[in-house]
């Protein structure tokens, strides 16, 4: 096949490339700048270098992303309690910065308007346990109301 000389429509840059009505790039890097992101799957282990994390990471996007449950996870991997992905739920860096300590592996966040997207401290309550969260919903269940409760039981 005869080799042709391009403009690349990203860069500009002056390049050979076999003739085809599709080489209109210089590279990779430059088609999928063009594309908006939408890299390939085949190409991504080209584009990510050893060590790239976080900020540093091509697909970076800010560290803050939902769940399928809704709830939101912020990237922390200095956190104690991170997972092995090193994210943490905003809720419960929320409730620690509002208390100034770290949540035990114990204390449950409960959203008291139980959107779990809404992260406002103002809607945020500790419980010490898991149980004593059952027990706040059976309380809600059977009857008791709920303000009464949580404000009989603010830590």
């Not at 994210?87 to 509002?98: N, P, Q, S």
């Not at 100034?100 to 419980?127: A, C, M, Q, W």
């Amino acid at each position: 096949m005869p080799s042709v000389e391009i403009v690349c429509k990203t860069c500009k840059k002056r390049c050979i490339r076999f003739k085809s009505r599709h080489r209109k790039y210089c590279s990779m890097v430059c088609f999928n700048k063009f594309r908006k992101g939408k890299i390939p799957k085949e190409f991504i282990p080209y584009l990510i270098k050893k060590g790239d994390v976080g900020e540093k990471h091509p697909f970076w996007k800010g560290g803050r992303f939902p769940d399928r449950n809704g709830y939101i996870y912020i990237w922390n991997p200095k956190h104690p309690f991170c997972n092995n992905r090193g994210d943490v739920f905003e809720h419960r860096l929320i409730v620690e910065k509002y208390i100034g300590r770290y949540l035990t592996k114990t204390e449950l966040v409960h959203h008291i308007d139980e959107n779990v997207s809404n992260n406002s401290p103002e809607n945020l309550f500790v419980f010490e346990n898991k149980s004593a969260h059952f027990k706040f919903h059976l309380a809600i269940r059977y009857g008791d109301l709920k303000l009464n409760w949580l404000n009989s039981n603010i830590i």
